[in-house]
């Protein structure tokens, strides 16, 4: 019986210590942290678990703990052990509970957080870095932001490839079209996304530069059907930081871009700026704010006016290799929610966890959504003469349309001069065959002739758009008047 017993408690020892083996997946504390350090919390998490139930004080194993869960976006289980490690003094506890905070949209608790880690490490006489001052900054700027979430109807989401998202945007041909390298045929970088807007004769994109952060550049279709060379977009827009995933509106003045500078909550953010057609520069641009924007990334805004749809880009879902591609009808003018009325959280609709909860009462966007679907096999009934984006929103086609006599006529200078560039490229191509076929006199005589013309075409080149402008602008300030 004694001997029994005996047995029995060997094979409970045993048994025990072979459950803690399996439960901890054989590894020591030492090679658990290793894999803490390379990023691999998921198998890290167990041994922590299993430590912590030896030594549930432990401060340093109640922070790897935390930040393991926080990784898996366990938040609320991260707090509770990221929490007890603050409390014990573990120096990086506050930076990660911030973080934390950050992802739940408890911006207030995020600077308290922020600004905790910032104190402990001047205590510590160590510096604080930039990071961290950005970090309490971005929670500010996302603190004012939830309190003026725009009021926009989201109508559908799309889970789609990262590399390839811009297949999910079914512009109709006058909005452009938005692509890489290969799908845009132009010989833009290969790691960025380029829109060329309806005529072709531009492209713009985002190009990483020598000592800076990457610029949103842009080059210019040439007669010969070639391309000219690189060049950044007029001051206001570029930063030392990355700006990227250009878009711009019918009206050739309307840019939207992505830029993860200083105004920007998280990542990349989405901006509004305005081409200033006086001096050629542009506007400050505006973050277009939540529900757009988040901490995460956001960016590529194009919005098709003829169908009055828009689409943007995020990865707020952090699925590897995924993005969300978001459907919205844009507003004619920005609306917010009013806090006091809304029955649903803010937070859940800045970060769009339903579309449903965008929609007014009884909406259906069944119709909506099959004529995007169909948009390639969509017919016109009747083509209009020609589409000019006057402002958003507001496109002639036709010359009725216009209410200044000025802006009329500026309007067929630009479709005059346009014609005439369309003749002598043509008299162009007939010539020079006819050149490296000729000798003697008629070959410096034909010389002469095509150096004349293509002098002509490089005078005339950006005067259609020139023209245009000027229409525009004088159309814009007689109707101001009128109202």
Same mark, same amino acid.
């Given at each position: 019986m004694k001997l029994f017993r005996r047995f029995f408690k060997y094979l409970f020892t045993v048994g025990l210590l072979v459950s803690t083996v399996l439960s901890s997946g054989a590894l020591t504390l030492d090679e658990a942290r290793?894999?803490?350090?390379?990023?691999?919390?998921?198998?890290?998490?167990?041994?922590?678990?299993?430590?912590?139930?030896?030594?549930p004080n432990d401060g340093s194993l109640n922070h790897w703990y935390g930040v393991c869960l926080f990784h898996e976006k366990k938040y609320t289980e991260a707090e509770k052990y990221l929490k007890i490690g603050a409390t014990r003094k573990v120096l990086e506890s506050p930076h990660f509970l911030g973080d934390l905070y950050m992802a739940q949209y408890r911006f207030d608790d995020a600077v308290e957080r922020y600004e905790e880690y910032a104190a402990s490490l001047e205590k510590a006489k160590k510096q604080v870095p930039d990071s961290i001052h950005e970090a309490i900054a971005r929670a500010r700027k996302a603190k004012l932001m939830l309190q003026h979430v725009e009021q926009v109807q989201i109508i559908d989401s799309l889970i789609v490839d990262a590399d390839s998202f811009f297949a999910a945007f079914k512009m109709t041909p006058e909005s452009g079209r938005i692509g890489t390298s290969e799908s845009l045929n132009i010989d833009i970088p290969e790691n960025t996304v380029g829109y060329v807007p309806e005529r072709e004769d531009k492209v713009f994109f985002g190009m990483a530069r020598e000592g800076k952060g990457e610029d949103l550049c842009t080059m210019n279709k040439l007669i010969d059907g070639?391309?000219?060379?690189?060049?950044? !977009?007029?001051?206001?827009?570029?930063? *030392?930081? *990355?700006?990227?995933?250009?878009?711009f509106l019918n009206d050739g003045v309307t840019l939207y871009f992505a830029s993860n500078g200083e105004n920007s909550i998280g990542g990349y953010d989405i901006f509004i700026t305005r081409l200033n057609l006086e001096n050629n520069t542009y506007l400050k641009p505006e973050n277009v704010g939540m529900p757009?924007?988040?901490? +995460?990334? *956001? +960016?590529?805004?194009?919005?098709?006016?003829?169908?009055?749809?828009?689409?943007?880009?995020? *990865?707020?879902?952090?699925?590897?290799?995924?993005?969300?591609?978001?459907?919205?009808? /844009?507003?004619?003018?920005?609306r917010t929610y009013n806090l006091d009325e809304i029955k649903t959280d803010i937070k859940s609709l800045a970060l769009i966890r339903s579309i449903r909860d965008s929609w007014p009462e009884n909406a259906d966007y069944t119709d909506l959504l099959q004529q995007l679907n169909e948009i390639k096999e969509a017919k016109k009934e009747k083509q209009p003469d020609f589409i000019f984006a006057i402002y958003n929103g507001k496109h002639y086609t036709s010359l009725d349309q216009f209410? $200044?006599?000025?802006?009329?006529?500026?309007?067929?200078?630009?479709?005059?001069?346009?014609?005439?560039?369309?003749?002598?490229?043509?008299?162009?191509?007939?010539?020079? /065959?006819? +050149?490296?076929?000729?000798?003697?006199?008629?070959?410096?005589? !034909?010389?002469?002739?095509?150096?004349? !013309?293509?002098? &002509?075409?490089? $005078?005339? $080149?950006? &005067?259609?758009?020139? +023209?245009?402008?000027?229409?525009?602008?004088?159309?814009?300030?007689?109707?101001?008047?009128?109202?």
């Amino acid at each position: 019986m004694k001997l029994f017993r005996r047995f029995f408690k060997y094979l409970f020892t045993v048994g025990l210590l072979v459950s803690t083996v399996l439960s901890s997946g054989a590894l020591t504390l030492d090679e658990a942290r290793e894999l803490y350090k390379a990023g691999k919390y998921e198998e890290a998490a167990p041994v922590f678990k299993a430590q912590l139930k030896r030594r549930p004080n432990d401060g340093s194993l109640n922070h790897w703990y935390g930040v393991c869960l926080f990784h898996e976006k366990k938040y609320t289980e991260a707090e509770k052990y990221l929490k007890i490690g603050a409390t014990r003094k573990v120096l990086e506890s506050p930076h990660f509970l911030g973080d934390l905070y950050m992802a739940q949209y408890r911006f207030d608790d995020a600077v308290e957080r922020y600004e905790e880690y910032a104190a402990s490490l001047e205590k510590a006489k160590k510096q604080v870095p930039d990071s961290i001052h950005e970090a309490i900054a971005r929670a500010r700027k996302a603190k004012l932001m939830l309190q003026h979430v725009e009021q926009v109807q989201i109508i559908d989401s799309l889970i789609v490839d990262a590399d390839s998202f811009f297949a999910a945007f079914k512009m109709t041909p006058e909005s452009g079209r938005i692509g890489t390298s290969e799908s845009l045929n132009i010989d833009i970088p290969e790691n960025t996304v380029g829109y060329v807007p309806e005529r072709e004769d531009k492209v713009f994109f985002g190009m990483a530069r020598e000592g800076k952060g990457e610029d949103l550049c842009t080059m210019n279709k040439l007669i010969d059907g070639q391309w000219s060379k690189i060049t950044p !977009l007029p001051e206001g827009v570029n930063t *030392d930081r *990355d700006e990227a995933y250009p878009f711009f509106l019918n009206d050739g003045v309307t840019l939207y871009f992505a830029s993860n500078g200083e105004n920007s909550i998280g990542g990349y953010d989405i901006f509004i700026t305005r081409l200033n057609l006086e001096n050629n520069t542009y506007l400050k641009p505006e973050n277009v704010g939540m529900p757009f924007n988040s901490i +995460y990334n *956001d +960016y590529m805004m194009a919005i098709d006016e003829m169908l009055n749809i828009g689409w943007f880009v995020s *990865d707020r879902e952090q699925i590897p290799g995924k993005v969300t591609v978001y459907l919205f009808i /844009p507003n004619e003018s920005k609306r917010t929610y009013n806090l006091d009325e809304i029955k649903t959280d803010i937070k859940s609709l800045a970060l769009i966890r339903s579309i449903r909860d965008s929609w007014p009462e009884n909406a259906d966007y069944t119709d909506l959504l099959q004529q995007l679907n169909e948009i390639k096999e969509a017919k016109k009934e009747k083509q209009p003469d020609f589409i000019f984006a006057i402002y958003n929103g507001k496109h002639y086609t036709s010359l009725d349309q216009f209410t $200044s006599q000025e802006a009329r006529n500026l309007y067929i200078k630009a479709t005059e001069t346009r014609k005439n560039i369309v003749q002598l490229e043509s008299k162009l191509s007939e010539l020079r /065959p006819q +050149y490296t076929q000729a000798q003697g006199t008629t070959r410096q005589r !034909l010389s002469a002739e095509i150096q004349a !013309l293509e002098s &002509q075409l490089l $005078s005339l $080149s950006a &005067q259609p758009e020139v +023209y245009e402008n000027q229409a525009r602008k004088a159309e814009i300030e007689t109707l101001k008047k009128r109202h």
